[in-house]
């Protein structure tokens, strides 16, 4: 009903119902999509808004085209009227992805890719060699290879985009039931209209974004799986108005429904919706949860002609074949990233992928790593581990001395076989736990009621005892599901009741109302009644949060259960308090009358809610605490000691609390008991921020400059670009800092951006926590502003995905939250680890293979040019070429393209294990010391150097010189023939130097290459070939006359040494006096066998500091699953004989 713009998704039901549904009004740039839950039937309407054209470009024109006519405030659609519909010019339901059709293709691809500079100045070279005038070289030296390379871009751009019109017309060919004058008919979804009413079967996809009306199931709810839309692999609950949903499957009814709707026009934001809905005359309001989204890129003329001669003549400086070659090389090494076994996560059965080619030499300069933790460090899978009640511990095992004994694989676990009702995955240790639960021990069963009774779990019960959990956090499910272990079993549950097994005895608790969990309020509450007429609170929530509201009596054991959260917290835990209250029925009678005036009034709704909340919260008893463990992905400790051996800086970017994130931080190795000292920024104001960021970089650096140094340049196309950078200053020691999301709030302010970016960046570890998504690109995108530095953002989530497109390269984590971050990715695996061997190996390896193909390159094209230069001294500067013409048009696409190709494509110093043992390899890569301004210059005067030996020596070895037979061999032909030979033979002998790891294709490249040469001259120059065409190939016998004579060769003998041995000469020298790192262990692996894989070590730590709860950071389903006013109470039919035996108390 409500525009959104978001990313590709699936939405379709869950086995059971059907749906019908009103079509509302979506601004989607794609097709999203996700899973409905349980079997709902629900009426519900769409509404296309625009139609969908390239992506993100048909919001921006249809944004124009509004613009133009007037901005809108509202839109009005009306049920089962198109007439009425269409006259809002609404666009249809069909999306369009593509870029081109049959006819546009040509044109437009040609547009886009002369939009490209390089393809632009190519074609600008082809229209000068056109001119007779000007031209000094055939026009087909660049009509060649710039036709080959539109061919194969077009082609490309061709494939790619006929796999977007396949995509289109599978989506737009979909079929779903719309109700047309009161039949239920088969259309497309290219054909579905505003305000029509659809019916939506098990396993259909939603077709538009869409008004529920009613479902199948009872009570009108549906609970939507959107893990591929944010991220979050918990369920969406939404539900019909009690108005819509009596019409129930009625078609007579849904044929006369004539409801209309007025909504807040398209916009981005996608959990909040305004509208109300008109029914005969009566207003409803709409919001978020009756919605389901389509979603759950100056001289004489003589001398202006000459001067255009030489820009023909010196084009090969930059020729089209580098753009042709860096593309091949930067898809050839993103191959071997999705080749890569050792990147494969066999229990998934993924492998590492690219999404984007073009930013694998990146891979090698990394400087920043923002990372997101739940899920990308930790495995996001949650474990009831320990719990403390009534003041004892349970879960740790202990020897005879009252020694922990280190729980591993062989340790016996609990039998739970007494309980049928258990799940069989659930593991735990400590048997005294389960003996305590079934002596009868009145704490122990309160607690574990608790969990049984105070959450938003949905169950899923496919057959008896077969019990399935959908939880709104996996921490969720993990408490619920100890709690089922140990004999209360929650079954099953109603807006009014909810069913568990206590022991084996069910019993059925009257839901009185649900405190539901907010960011705020950090806690849930429950209030039940039980079948004997008592009311209890039940509360669970963080520590700081319940202690503040306990019982006075309370104080000796929150002590005892503090000793064991302190206690959990040094493994890493994440950690909830439990608490009960017991209430009078009379001032519950009061209370609820309160409660549903407060909860049914349209101004401060929220307020007199928590106003009701705070007062009935307060003087719990204490019961506990719980323990869950998220654990961390194999290998991270490890993984992030190696990046940080690295000189790579890590950032964690995390939702949950503090003390949590810290303590994984330790976990991870990120933090270090060794650290000089961890940085703790907390403040609740700005100046408070301010100095505590002031204090922290005074402590790291007493000697730094109050102000920043900020320095000032210019980059870019015509230095158009102006950027600035804060430069590094210099630590003694190693820091880190923690900070919090409200300071965060304060820091990311203008006035106060620079100070936490010199604090944070001379801390080799920070760690923000509490932060949004927001938040986390704005972090990435101050480090990009003013550091100039390569940063990386991983992540698994949909909430990670801004920071992922903020960076300069994304990596998503296939995990358990979707694939909305591998989507928006450039390179995805299912590992953290895996980012080790993306960075020191791939990353590395294609940084060194492109440095050497840029030095390579131009070092050849600059010493094939300077030739010319050095020739125009002798030609009067006609702009004669000194080259055979098609020696010149086969320089760059044939002779040497392959040679350079293998070498960008296979070359490595080390192995991969050398890499990955020795981190400080990746260090150049940094500071970009391959491809500077520094080596650029060197490259430069040494092909200075070698085209003055390459003209001036075989000049020099043929002039005046006579044949045998007395002819003269100094014309032009011969010397050409010469010089080109010369040429080849040294560049050749240079990229064999330049090469460190041979293989077959490199030796076939390089030998291949001359000897394609040498065949192809000798041909050309043959008389044969001059025959058939005299003008194209006027070097006829030149070959025979030239390379047969002994001082020709003793002259290329004595060009490639002149041009090699100082090469040579240079890096002996410069390697024993002051060896690179590199060069140390390419010595060492000369002599030594490459290093086993370092095994993975587990990472523990004991700390003082306790670990919080990590609350989501959306609010819970509290409202929905137990709303009495907004339901529609029908019998059950497949549970009426589950509870026949049982009668909930009265309300």
């Known amino acids: 009903m409500n525009n959104r713009k978001e990313p590709y998704q699936r939405r379709k039901q869950r086995e059971g119902g059907h749906l019908h549904l009103f079509t509302s009004n979506s601004f989607l740039s794609e097709e999203p999509e996700g899973n409905i839950f349980p079997s709902p039937s629900l009426l519900c309407c769409c509404h296309t808004g625009v139609k969908v054209k390239d992506g993100i470009w048909s919001f921006l024109l249809s944004q124009l085209e509004k613009k133009e006519k007037k901005q809108e405030e509202e839109r ?103 109700l047309i004058d ?72 849904l044929a006369t429904f004539n409801g209309e709707v007025r909504c807040e026009p398209p916009n981005n934001c996608l959990d909040k919706f305004k509208g109300t809905l008109t029914v005969n005359g009566q207003a409803y309001s709409l919001d978020n949860d009756k919605v389901l989204l389509r979603g759950c890129v100056n001289a004489s003329l003589s001398s202006f002609l000459t001067f255009w001669s030489y820009v023909i003549v010196l084009n090969t400086v930059v020729p089209i074949s580098l753009y042709v070659s860096v593309e091949i090389i930067r898809l050839g090494n993103s191959f071997f990233i999705d080749w890569d076994r050792k990147m494969y996560y066999p229990k998934n059965d993924t492998c590492s992928s690219k999404n984007h080619h073009t930013l694998n030499e990146e891979l090698g300069q990394i400087k920043y790593i923002f990372s997101d933790k739940t899920g990308t ?163 669970k929530g963080a520590d700081t949060i319940i202690y503040e509201r306990l019982h006075p009596s309370c104080r000796d054991l929150m002590k005892v259960t503090t000793d064991h959260l302190n206690m959990y917290a040094g493994d890493g835990l994440r950690t909830l308090v439990l608490a009960s209250k017991d209430l009078d029925e009379s001032y519950m009678q009061e209370w609820r009358k309160r409660h549903n005036e407060a909860s049914t009034a349209l101004d401060g709704r ?23 463990e998220d654990k961390l992905q194999d290998g991270v400790p490890q993984t992030i000691e190696q990046l940080a051996k690295a000189d790579i800086k890590i950032w964690v970017l995390t939702g949950d609390k503090q003390e949590t994130a810290e303590n994984i931080g330790y976990s991870c190795n990120m933090l270090r008991e060794e650290m000089n000292d961890v940085f703790i920024v907390a403040a609740n104001t ?4 301010r100095e505590e960021l002031r204090s922290a970089r005074r402590k790291m650096c007493p000697d730094a400059a109050e102000q920043p140094s900020v320095s000032t340049s210019r980059s870019g196309l015509f230095w158009l ?41 001379m801390c080799q570890t920070v760690i923000c926590c509490r932060v949004t998504p927001l938040q986390k690109a704005q972090v990435v995108q101050l480090v990009k502003k003013y550091k100039q530095a390569v940063t990386l953002a991983i992540g698994d989530g949909a909430n990670d995905v801004s920071m992922i497109k903020a960076a300069h390269i994304g990596v998503g984590i296939s995990g358990q939250e979707g694939m ?147 002819k003269d061999i100094a014309d032009y032909q011969s010397f050409a023939l010469f010089a080109q030979t010369c040429l080849l033979i040294v560049v050749s002998i240079q990229m064999c130097l330049d090469t460190y790891h041979w293989t077959a294709v490199n030796n076939l490249f390089i030998w291949g290459s001359l000897a394609t040469y040498f065949a192809v001259t000798f041909t050309m120059y043959s008389n044969g070939i001059f025959v058939i065409i005299p003008s194209a190939f006027p070097f006829v016998g030149t070959e025979r006359n030239t390379l047969n004579l002994p001082n020709v060769w003793l002259t290329i003998i004595l060009t490639s040494l002149l041009c090699i041995l100082p090469v040579v000469a240079y890096r002996f020298i410069v390697m024993q006096i002051r060896p690179t790192i590199n060069d140390k262990v390419r010595h060492r692996a000369r002599k030594e066998p490459p290093p086993a894989p370092a095994p993975r070590r587990p990472a523990r730590r004991v700390s003082t500091r306790r670990s919080g709860y990590a609350f989501a950071h959306s609010k819970g389903y509290g409202d929905l699953v137990t709303s009495q006013r907004f339901l529609m109470k029908r019998p059950v039919k497949s549970r009426v004989m589950l509870f026949s035996h049982i009668t909930p108390a009265e309300t």
């Not at 700005?686 to 921020?689: D, T």
């Not at 010391?929 to 650029?936: E, G, I, N, R, V």
């Open 606 to 628: 929220e307020e007199r809610l928590e106003e009701l909340y705070e007062e009935i919260e307060k003087d719990m008893t204490l019961l506990g605490a719980t323990a869950v």
């Open 182 to 253: 009161g039949e239920l008919k088969k259309e497309k979804w290219k054909d579905v209209q505003v305000g029509d009413i659809i019916k939506l079967e098990n396993n259909e996809f939603v077709t538009a974004d869409l008004l529920l009306l009613s479902s199948s199931e009872p009570l009108n709810l549906v609970y939507v799986e959107t893990a591929e839309l944010d991220g979050e692999t918990n369920l969406k609950v939404k539900q019909a108005l009690t108005v819509t949903g009596e019409m129930g499957d009625s078609t007579e009814a």
């Open 377 to 539: 460090l930790t495995q996001n899978i949650m474990t009831f581990n320990k719990c403390s009640i009534n003041g004892k511990a349970y879960g740790e095992l202990c020897d005879f001395s009252g020694q922990r004994i280190e729980i591993t694989e062989k340790t016996p676990r609990v039998d739970f076989s007494w309980n049928q009702l258990a799940d069989p995955k659930f593991i735990f240790h400590d048997h005294s736990l389960v003996e305590t639960v079934r002596e009868g021990n009145p704490e122990v069963q309160s607690f574990f009621r608790l969990l049984a009774l105070c959450h938003t779990v949905m169950p899923e019960e496919k057959k008896d005892g077969e019990l399935f959990y959908q939880a709104q956090s996996p921490d969720e499910g993990a408490l619920v599901t100890a709690a089922r272990n140990f004999g209360f079993v929650f079954r099953s549950r109603t807006p009014e009741t909810i069913t568990i097994m206590e022991m084996g005895r069910k019993v059925v608790y009257e839901l009185v109302a649900v405190l539901d969990f907010n960011n705020v309020r950090k806690r849930m509450s429950v209030i039940v009644r039980s079948p004997e007429g008592k009311t209890t609170l039940y509360c």
């Open 686 to 689: 700005a100046e408070g921020v």
């Open 76 to 178: 009005l659609l009306r049920a089962n009227d198109r007439g009425f519909n269409l006259s809002f010019q609404y666009a249809n339901n069909a999306i369009r992805t593509s870029k081109y059709n049959i006819f546009t293709f040509l044109p437009l691809n040609l547009f886009e890719q002369f939009r490209r500079l390089a393809n632009a100045y190519f074609l600008f070279l082809l229209i000068l060699q056109m001119i007779p005038q000007v031209s000094s070289l055939s026009w087909f030296t660049t009509a060649v290879p710039l036709v080959l390379v539109l061919s194969i871009t077009a082609a490309k751009d061709a494939s790619d985009d006929i796999n977007r019109h396949k995509c289109d017309k599978q989506v737009n060919n979909r079929e779903v039931e719309v």
């Open 721 to 761: 670009k102006k950027t600035q950078t804060v430069q590094d200053e210099k630590v003694d020691g190693e820091y880190a800092m923690l900070i919090n999301g409200h300071s965060l709030a304060f820091a990311l302010e203008e006035d106060l951006e620079l100070e936490l970016l010199r604090t944070a960046c």
């Open 820 to 966: 909305q971050a591998v989507l928006s990715s450039d390179f995805s695996f299912a590992q953290f680890r895996y980012l080790q061997r993306l960075l020191l190996v791939h990353g590395r390896w294609s940084y060194l293979r492109m440095c050497k193909f840029l030095r390579y390159f131009f070092y050849k094209n600059f010493t094939f040019t300077f030739v010319h230069f050095w020739y125009a001294f002798f030609c009067g500067f006609s702009a004669q070429t000194v080259y055979d013409e098609w020696f010149i048009t086969l320089y760059n696409t044939v002779y040497t393209s392959l040679p350079v190709l293998a070498l960008s494509l296979f070359d490595q110093d080390v192995n991969d294990r050398w890499s990955s043992q020795y981190p400080q390899l990746y260090a150049p890569g940094q500071q970009n010391l391959y491809f500077s301004k520094k080596a650029f210059m060197n490259l430069t005067a040494f092909s200075c150097y070698s085209s003055l030996v390459l003209y001036f020596v075989p000049w020099a070895a043929i002039h005046d010189t006579v044949r045998d037979d007395g």
